[in-house]
């Protein structure tokens, strides 16, 4: 099952703070939660409530915790923050991409995520990942019991932590290929703002970002891709920004509220072409933009020349 193998090494490579030694437990906890939801047959087909349930079993887990981040968890963060998992998109109550973690009332579920929150032994695999990759042996122990699952042995929990899908390191190629090419090709600027900062220890501080996103498209192509600075390119993948199909920025002004003293603001890049390659033949492909602006609910540009 591909898609499962994805989902799996999606668990295992969450983008997670290790700031502090020790990965933070949120993200792993909230998918402990929701793996449970799919166990008593309380998950959604689509739609996810960020809900006061939803919140107390996430306090409930925290407890295992607790004794490393004693602070007051607030279940918004992870919710809000797993939409660069791929496995779910936050929305607001308009079901609209949620822009800040303030504004979410519900995750729109990816379909083969909830297949696979289903199947009982792909998410006793994934409880087993979660537990031995990011928690502290003392709280694996708790964890396991609180989810009534066999302690592993220690051989085995190491196995569980060093999981890698049979294609990861395909993968890894692919992106890394991906990154090079873009990233070159847009000479290490920004598309949108311009932005160029190379550095010799750090290299360059622009992404290579998908336009039609991976896990959907499976699609590296350069032409699926933009040079974006990490600002632009969040603001791109929360739909905030698309392009038409002569590279000129549409921004939903009304999505979101903003402040930019000291540096240029999304609203006026409006109507702007972005900043295109010297090679015509990887300019971003139109099929793609066009799957990018139906994705965030984008109108057609009403030109007031015509």
């Known amino acids: ?120 032994a792909l998410r006793e695999q994934a409880r087993r990942i979660l537990i031995a990759k990011y928690f502290e042996p003392a709280e694996r122990i708790a964890l396991y019991t609180l989810l009534g699952m066999r302690i592993p042995k220690d051989e085995e929990i190491a196995a569980d932590a060093s999981f890698e899908a049979t294609d990861s390191a395909k993968v890894k190629g692919r992106d890394t290929r991906f990154r090079l090419d873009v990233v070159a090709a847009y000479s290490y600027t920004c598309a949108l703002t311009g932005l160029r900062l190379t550095t010799i220890t750090a290299g360059s501080i622009v992404d290579a970002a998908h336009i039609h996103q991976f896990s959907d498209s499976r699609n590296d192509d350069p032409r699926n891709g933009m040079a974006l600075c990490k600002n632009a390119h969040w603001l791109f993948d929360a739909g905030l920004w698309s392009l038409d199909d002569g590279y000129r920025v549409l921004v939903l002004r009304e999505r979101f509220d903003e402040q930019a003293p000291d540096q240029k603001p999304l609203a006026s890049y409006e109507g702007q072409r972005i900043r295109l390659p010297s090679d015509e033949r990887i300019w971003p492909d139109a099929r793609h933009l066009a799957w990018h602006r139906k994705k965030h609910a984008f109108k057609p540009r009403v030109d007031p020349d015509v």
Do not use: Y
Not at 1 to 13: E, K
Not at 41 to 63: I, K, Y
């Open 1 to 120: 099952m591909p898609a499962a193998r994805s989902t799996l090494d999606r668990i295992a490579h969450l983008r997670v703070d290790r700031a502090r030694a020790n990965p933070a437990p949120h993200k792993p906890l909230l998918l402990l939660v929701v793996l449970e939801l799919a166990e008593t047959g309380e998950l959604p087909d689509h739609l996810l409530p960020l809900s006061p349930e939803l919140a107390f079993r996430f306090c409930m887990f925290w407890t295992i915790v607790q004794h490393r981040r004693p602070q007051k968890p607030d279940v918004r963060f992870p919710f809000f923050h797993m939409a660069s998992e791929g496995l779910w998109m936050p929305v607001d109550g308009a079901g609209q991409p949620a822009v800040d973690h303030r504004f979410a009332r519900a995750a729109l579920l990816d379909p083969e995520f909830v297949q696979f929150a289903r199947d009982a």
